[in-house]
């Protein structure tokens, strides 16, 4: 599919727009200090909320079999709830998740 030039330009003004409003708005709202503690959870929480919902569902995605990233997925909760650093909580789970696609492939019992 090809779009022309005009075409292309209006999708990247809309973006564009789109992007300011959502930063410009909460500026323009909210002029003074909010004190609301449910407003104040709700914006400290939501960034992790889109992170979650964006990584869960490319893990379950992104392997070529289930079961490997079920088991990266559980050594990366394991490890982050045990407070280890982000190297080695990712470099756990995709060691684990190399171990267990390469013995899913060369599994000898097929």
Known sequence: MEIDFLTFLLYALVCALI?????ALPLVI????????FVKSFIYYVPFAV???M???????????IWS???GFAVALILSLFGRSLL???LSACGVV????LAVRYWPFQ
Do not use: D, H, K, Q
């Not at 909210?30 to 503690?37: D, L, Y």
């Open 19 to 23: 992007t300011y409003l959502l930063r």
């Open 98 to 101: 190399l171990v267990i696609e």
């Open 69 to 71: 990233a079920v088991a």
């Open 30 to 37: 909210f002029r003074r200090e909010i004190t609301n503690r």
């Open 88 to 90: 080695t909580v990712s």
């Open 55 to 65: 990584t869960i569902p490319s893990i379950f995605e992104s392997t070529g079999n």
């Open 51 to 53: 992170l979650a919902c």
